[in-house]
């Protein structure tokens, strides 16, 4: 993964992280506003693990897998970018919440160096 990558990766999950951050609560009901903490959750921990993540040559399975889910965060934020209701936002996170996980995890292991 180039740094122009990496560079990117962290912008899209810093996108959908802010989209979550910035949806109306109020808005919601019961069981979207526990939907929204939960994507915000894993949205905040892919971006703050995005974040301290350095530019480092990686072995070609785990860069592709990183690249794939960097490509799958890259289109959610910018479908989300692309949804003003709220509740439209959240369901496209919540609908992609699986590979914000992943993202999480495959980070989480590059930190560790394993």
């Not at 995005?50 to 959610?76: C, H, I, K, S, W």
């Not at 993202?103 to 292991?109: A, E, F, V, Y």
């Amino acid at each position: 993964m180039s740094n122009n990558e990496l560079d990117n990766l962290q912008q899209s999950v810093h996108g959908v992280f802010a989209a979550l951050y910035l949806v109306d609560v109020e808005t919601l009901t019961l069981q979207q506003k526990q939907q929204h903490q939960q994507a915000l959750s894993a949205a905040y921990l892919a971006y703050v693990k995005a974040e301290n993540l350095e530019y480092t040559e990686l072995a070609a399975p785990l860069e592709q897998q990183l690249t794939e889910l960097a490509q799958r965060v890259g289109n959610l934020g910018k479908q989300m970018a692309g949804r003003t209701v709220p509740q439209e936002q959240l369901q496209l996170a919540v609908d992609n919440l699986d590979g914000l996980n992943r993202l999480t995890q495959l980070l989480g292991l590059l930190e560790t160096g394993s």
